[in-house]
């Protein structure tokens, strides 16, 4: 089955510096890598996602890439924010399966004013 | 928008008893929910499938005897903690999509059980 790799497992930049979190996965088949931001006791929210038909997406300060051929997603956050501290999740799925999603460990990012 | 409702969202019961948490797709019907577990500090992990109509797809570890899982209606899916013990206190989150269109997947709440 799906595996996803994440890191690093714990981030800190200052704040308005960049951050970012890398993740591997290992079936081939996925086809869809969301990214969520979970805070403390809350559900993951998504902040961005990509599908594989496409190298690269931005959505104001953040921005994931995809290398299809090496199996890797990072995802990019400019300009960093204090509010951006919180729990970040990379994570795999086949898109048409309904959306089982195999998660990366998680990378706490910590932004320091 | 779509949205997913979980129910409740904290429960403590003894050890021993069972818990049952509700997991409903509010406008949309939902052929497929997903179960997680999320232990404090660590990640997400799959749990089962939840179909509708038929058995629930359990993913390598979970228990199907514990951890029963029924999918009665297209907005409802139940995840039951049999016989609970210490060790199970968790979050636990569902999630669903709506198969129609090109929705993302949208996760209940959570429920955190504390078993004493």
């Known amino acids: 089955g799906e595996n996803v790799e994440q890191h690093p497992s714990t981030l800190s930049v200052q704040e308005g510096d960049s951050a970012v979190i890398k993740c591997t996965y290992s079936d081939s088949a996925s086809n869809y890598f969301p990214w969520y931001k979970q805070e403390l006791g809350k559900r993951p929210q998504l902040i961005i996602d990509i599908r594989s038909n496409v190298g690269e997406k931005k959505d104001q300060r953040i921005a994931v890439t995809l290398n299809k051929t090496a199996k890797h997603f990072s995802l990019h956050i400019t300009e960093t924010q204090p509010e951006d501290s919180a729990v970040y999740f990379c994570?795999?799925?086949?898109?048409?399966?309904?959306?089982?999603?195999?998660f990366g460990q998680g990378t706490e990012l910590s932004v320091k004013p | 928008g779509a949205v997913v409702s979980q129910h409740p969202s904290w429960v403590i019961c003894k050890s021993g008893t069972s818990v049952k948490i509700e997991c409903r797709s509010l406008?949309?019907?939902?052929?497929?929910m997903f179960w997680y577990r999320q232990f404090p500090k660590q990640s997400l992990m799959l749990m089962a499938t939840?179909?509708?109509?038929?058995?629930?797809?359990?993913e390598q570890g979970v228990e199907k005897d514990k951890f029963l899982i029924n999918h009665a209606s297209l907005t409802l899916s139940t995840l039951t903690v049999t016989s609970a013990h210490p060790e199970d206190s968790s979050f636990y989150i569902c999630s669903a999509r709506d198969p129609t269109g090109n929705s993302p997947l949208h996760f209940g709440n959570g429920t955190r059980l504390t078993v004493t």
């Open positions: 994570a795999a799925a086949i898109y048409n399966q309904g959306g089982k999603l195999i």
């Open positions: 939840s179909n509708e109509g038929s058995k629930a797809t359990y």
């Open positions: 406008d949309f019907q939902a052929t497929t």
